[in-house]
């Protein structure tokens, strides 16, 4: 939603650029304004937290979804502990840039929370999901931002947001909200990632690859489902094409595969189909680039001839390629082809590496592609504002 205002500066004492959209901010709503402070009081943090704790911190939270993403162990500290300090109910705004804020649940309890939240206290919990919504959506983070101080990361200035005025419905209306703004902030309920953290442990290195040993903490996770040699009845390597291409299209000459091309480029060179014995995909085979970290993975949709820097995979059956594609091309198999990539300036990954990536049985049906939802900010900007 965009607010716009007009201001007159004659006389203005101030005309610092956070004092003055300071001022221009509007809410979108006639309902009476009461300040922040009236409407809850803040906590301090009473519990600590020793090194390798796992704490939630504003960087955390998934600036899109509002969800906890993964928990740091690099902070220690003061901190808020959730069932302790904190109760189901309360409210975490971040201190610092216009994040989504967090309400406290019972799926956080047990939780660490850093002090880089302001944790809020409403005067009557039914206020909690309320203002929770208010401080995530589009125009809260408006305010939040009016009030803040620096220039390259704003700190929120939390006095000021104390002494801010939020418009708040009839108690009917507030009623009214309650059923849709829990059924948004239940969107933000997602399976966390492990915390970020070393590791060690004893590896006997004559019965292991060392560069793999070195790489990974658990070297199960290569046999994790079929090689991806299974799928292929052969893996072949294109050659290299220049001393016989020709830089235009040209009738009877076919377009060169090569890692630009792979990455969604157009095609650069063509050469003839007959000469130097190329190495051609055919429809249905899957190409993977050779070199640099990114495979780029993609079915042939029609004769190409693959360069020296592309595998051509020719499948036993072609209609798990799609899926293939995919599943390469994702994160899982990304971190998996980093551990057999070779050189520095340029990294490589030889056939024989690249045939015993493993594919989990999963990634061999295609996931239906969900419509991206809106972001947080604006579905309770929706919710509050224009139900």
């Known amino acids: 939603m965009f607010i716009s205002a007009i201001l007159d500066l004659r006389g203005a004492p101030n005309w610092d650029p956070t004092h003055l959209t300071g001022n221009a901010f509007r809410w979108p709503s006639t309902n009476p304004a009461v300040r922040v402070g009236d409407l809850a009081t803040r906590l301090a943090p009473r519990s600590f937290a020793a090194a390798g704790s796992p704490v939630v911190t504003p960087a955390n939270v998934d600036g899109t979804t509002g969800s906890i993403k993964r928990r740091s162990k690099q902070y220690q500290g003061s901190v808020y502990q959730a069932g302790s300090e904190l109760r189901s109910g309360d409210v975490l705004v971040p201190r610092a840039g216009t994040g989504p804020a967090l309400l406290v649940s019972e799926r956080l309890r047990g939780a660490l929370i850093s002090p880089h939240f302001a944790a809020l206290r409403p005067v009557d919990k039914q206020f909690g999901i309320w203002l929770w919504a208010v401080m995530s959506s589009d125009s809260g983070r408006q305010l939040r931002a009016s009030l803040g101080r620096g220039v390259s990361r ?202 015993r990536i493993p594919v989990p049985e999963s990634a061999l049906e295609l996931p239906e592609e969900p419509s991206a939802p809106l972001p947080l900010s604006e579905r309770l900007e929706q919710v509050l504002w224009t139900s």
Request: hydrophobic share 45%.
């Open 154 to 355: 704003t700190a929120v200035d939390i006095p000021a947001l104390f002494d801010a005025q939020v418009p708040v419905p009839p108690l009917a209306g507030l009623h009214a909200l309650m059923e849709p703004l829990h059924a948004v902030e239940a969107t933000t309920h997602r399976e966390e990632a492990e915390a970020i953290e070393t590791w060690w442990q004893t590896t006997d290195l004559r019965a292991t690859e060392w560069r793999l040993a070195l790489a990974i903490p658990d070297a199960s996770i290569l046999s994790n489902g079929s090689a991806l040699r299974d799928f292929c009845g052969e893996i072949v390597r294109g050659k290299d094409t220049r001393s016989h291409a020709l830089g235009a299209e040209t009738p009877g000459y076919l377009p060169v595969a090569d890692v630009s091309m792979l990455g969604g480029k157009a095609p650069r060179r063509w050469v003839p189909g007959d000469a130097g014995n190329p190495t051609v995909a055919y429809p249905g085979d899957l190409m993977v680039a050779g070199l640099g970290k990114l495979p780029h993975a993609r079915i042939a949709d029609a004769p190409l001839v693959a360069d020296n820097h592309v595998f051509v995979l020719r499948l036993r059956n072609p209609g798990v390629g799609p899926a293939l594609a995919h599943y390469l091309n994702g994160q899982d198999a990304y971190r998996l082809r980093q551990l057999f990539l070779t050189g520095t300036t340029i990294p490589s990954i030889s056939v024989a590496d690249l045939a």
